[in-house]
């Protein structure tokens, strides 16, 4: 944005704030010609009439004639430039500030004959204020006349032809200095209307900015003014917006995530359809066979017999197992109850899961270490986290091998703990470990059937994990695999 647009509040200021300078200097120009001299006559209308008062009081306490007061008159003369005279009744000479008798004569006429032809200002029953001409000096005065409250005459009057000139003089004056003042007050005006108008073109730039999406730009100009707030409130906003874009482009990404996974959950549906006919069709199809051979008396020994009520009876409950396994599984990646967080001891837990596997692991021929005996506290849903060490420890004796060795470990580190299940046997193909976790997965199929396994229990444990906020995973050894979990463990 460039600072120097045709309509610049910059030039606006100048423009605005040196035009009322200059009719400001015009104003006081007309002012001074047409009412500098009415101004200047009451002023010394003023001074005249308290002139009067002051001696007027003097003279009634006796003073005039004594020389205590020569200070005062001449101050008062000299002060407002008045030139003063006092007659006593017998037009003897009291006070006089010139020494000539032209002041006397004068003002013997105006006893005589009044104000003559003066142009009268004021008047009361004391005094009278006028213009006169005095043609002697050739100079005009404005003369106050009268009698003071024990009957002496007095005579006051100041020039008043000075002041014409004198506004001339100050005409001429003002507009030399009026024009200096105006271009020095321009000049001023630019340099602070430029250090106003910084931060506005710093609030136009930013706005600008803000239109085309981009919010990095931030007001720092600083300051305690309005402008300043102003500023505070468009940092303000910008962020506001800028939350909100991110808040709206998130939403829009979670939208095209949303229907990128109902696309994906649909294609998981028809696998999993596929994967439980898979898994079916096998128990089905010998239990279908088994029972037609009992029923054709395919073998009419009872040992056949019985052999043939148990492969039926085994495919029943491995059939059985997998419908609960799904049931489960699908109540933990749909349910939307929450989960129940409460402490306990996670090596009590380990102990009794252990206990509840002791005769398949004597039946396996399995040695279990699990060598921790000081309790450990955690905060999860134990009977879910009972599950997850079920699976573990069911998953490692079905695949355990070699030294046919299980070891169990809880690790406290910080605030977490890390349960770890390990068995001896063939580690697990890298690229095969990310897939674990997927519903039906089986790395060794042949020995997942041989042991019944479907290929569910470790995606019940990844649906409580996550469920959880946890985490869970799982690390190949040179002589085995470990599969592990973490807990909090904030006391």
């Known amino acids: 944005m460039k600072s120097d647009m045709k309509h610049s509040i910059k030039k606006q200021f100048v423009l605005i704030f040196g035009g009322i300078m200059a009719g400001t200097l015009l104003l006081c120009y007309v002012a001074n010609t047409l009412f500098a001299g009415s101004f200047y006559i009451k002023d010394k209308e003023r001074v005249l ?40 009744t017998d037009t003897a000479t009291i006070r006089s500030t010139n020494g000539d008798n032209r002041m006397a004569r004068r ?99 930013i706005s600008e900015k803000m239109a085309n999406l981009d919010f990095d730009a931030k007001y720092t100009s600083g300051g305690k003014n309005e402008i300043a707030l102003l500023g505070d409130h468009v940092n303000k906003l910008s962020e506001k917006l800028e939350n909100t874009i991110s808040e709206l482009k998130t939403a829009n990404n979670e939208l095209k995530r949303d229907l990128d996974k109902k696309t994906e959950l649909e294609e998981m549906r028809k696998e999993f359809l596929s994967n439980v006919s898979h898994e079916l069709k096998t128990p089905i199809t010998l239990i279908q066979g088994y029972a037609e051979g009992l029923k054709d008396n395919v073998n009419t020994d009872e040992e056949s017999r019985d052999f043939y009520c148990d492969v039926i009876m085994d495919e029943a409950g491995r059939m059985n197992r997998l419908v609960r396994s799904l049931l489960e599984l699908n109540e933990l990646e749909n349910s939307n109850d929450s989960v129940k967080v409460e402490r306990f001891d996670i090596v009590g837990l380990i102990k009794d899961c252990v206990n509840t596997s002791a005769i398949m692991l004597k039946s396996e021929g399995i040695r279990l270490i699990f060598e921790n005996d000081q309790p450990v506290y955690v905060w999860a849903d134990e009977y879910k986290t009972g599950q997850v060490i079920d699976n573990y420890i069911s998953n490692a004796i079905h695949y355990a091998k070699n030294e046919k060795v299980i070891k169990i470990s809880v690790e406290k580190k910080d605030d977490t703990a890390k349960i770890s299940v390990f068995n001896s046997g063939d580690p697990i193909p890298e690229n095969e470990i990310g897939l674990l976790w997927n519903k039906f997965y089986k790395v060794d199929k042949a020995r997942t059937r041989e042991y019944g396994g479907s290929g569910i229990g470790l995606s019940i444990v990844k649906a409580i994990m996550d469920s959880f906020n946890q985490k869970y995973g799982v690390t190949n050894y040179e002589n085995g695999v470990a599969f592990w979990f973490e807990l909090d463990a904030r006391g």
């Open 49 to 88: 009439a308290e002139g009067y008062g002051y001696i007027n009081g003097i003279a009634g306490e006796g003073g005039l004639g004594s020389g205590s007061y020569d200070t005062e008159f001449d101050f008062l003369s000299g002060k407002n430039n008045i030139q003063i005279l006092i007659l006593d």
């Open 107 to 205: 003002l013997l006429d105006l006893i005589i004959n009044g104000g003559g032809d003066a142009d009268p200002v004021s008047k009361n029953e004391k005094y009278s204020i006028q213009k006169s001409f005095d043609p002697d000096v050739n100079m005009q005065f404005l003369e106050l006349w009268g009698f003071l409250d024990d009957g002496k005459l007095i005579l006051m009057r100041t020039p008043i032809e000075g002041i014409k000139d004198s506004a001339r003089i100050a005409n001429r004056f003002l507009a030399l200095t009026g024009i200096l003042a105006v271009i020095i007050g321009m000049i001023i005006i630019f340099a602070v209307s430029k250090k106003v108008t910084k931060p506005i073109l710093e609030l136009a730039e």
